[in-house]
């Protein structure tokens, strides 16, 4: 999707996604039921455009600035507000779910960028059909899977039985020592989370590796190692959950802890609908 170029301190169309017209009974009910969306003073509403609805939103585009984008506390409430929008149109019909703070000029602006790209949004729209992202996120408990990696491996415990008395020598075997289970703890993680996404991925019909953030982005101590999503099937949703318990289960004891969210709107699953393509 694309985010247009907006004009301070003006109303602008924030758009929340695109869907079918079967989504419009879930846009707009009776007036005391009006869907409140990003920006609390305007309804959520919608635009009708050759068999594709966008779903819009009147906002100040100039509070859409630099500044308050970068702001967590204001950023995140909006950015809640734009995603139950979604979710709920995703209710009663497929969507292409538009990323947080994209804004047209114009009605006018919007119909030109839905003729330009229609074809290939009603492909997605039939591609997506009853489908939904699910988000698998792993951590590591660092100490406890140091201490798993070097029990169950016999070379490290060697390492460790044979470890000197005397404190100058103890010191540089200890050095080594700790290289040597870092190499292995770096082994470990990588060899678990590959098999981690082959046997996830049996149960979806894509995924996509996303970035492992730091701690200050997910507000854990835990170093996330694994991030990534997966498109399934609404009827292999309960599959993906089993599999997913399984090897939740599987890694109970070993440091790694796994966060399964979702169901979600495709958000990494859908095209790349830029200004100036076809």
């Known amino acids: 999707m694309t985010d247009s170029h907006t004009e301070p301190s003006s109303l602008g169309i924030y758009l929340y996604c695109l869907a079918r017209p079967e989504c419009l009974p879930a846009v707009k009910g009776p007036a005391e039921q009006d869907l409140r969306g990003v920006d609390e003073r305007y309804p959520v509403g919608a635009l009708e455009e050759a068999g594709v609805v966008a779903v819009i939103g009147d906002v100040d585009s100039g509070e859409f600035c630099d500044q308050n984008m970068q702001k967590l506390p204001w950023v995140a409430p909006r950015a809640c507000r734009h995603e139950a929008v979604v979710e709920r149109i ?7 779910p538009v ?8 009605r ?3 119909k030109e960028f839905l003729g330009r790209h229609r074809e290939r949004i009603v492909r997605a729209l039939d591609d997506l059909h009853d489908k939904t992202e699910l988000s698998v996120k792993g951590y590591l408990v660092e100490d406890e899977a140091r201490q798993m990696v070097s029990a169950s491996d016999p070379a490290i415990q060697s390492r460790i039985a044979a470890l000197s008395s005397s404190p100058g020598a103890q010191y540089l075997q200890q050095k080594q020592l700790d290289a040597m289970i870092e190499a292995a703890l770096h082994a470990w993680v990588e060899r678990v989370t590959h098999d981690l996404h082959e046997i996830l991925e049996l149960y979806a019909l894509a995924s996509t590796k996303l970035r492992c953030h730091a701690s200050a982005v997910t507000g854990r101590p835990d170093r996330m190692v694994f991030n990534r999503s997966f498109l399934v099937t609404a009827e292999t949703v309960p599959d993906f959950r089993w599999a997913f318990s399984d090897q939740q289960h599987a890694h109970k004891a070993t440091g790694l802890i796994l966060e399964l969210r979702g169901p979600w709107p495709p958000y990494n699953f859908c095209p790349t609908l830029s200004e100036g393509k076809p």
């Open 90 to 96: 995703m209710g009663a019909s497929p969507v292409l």
């Open 99 to 106: 990323k947080f703070g994209t804004i047209f000029r114009s």
């Open 108 to 110: 006018t602006s919007l």
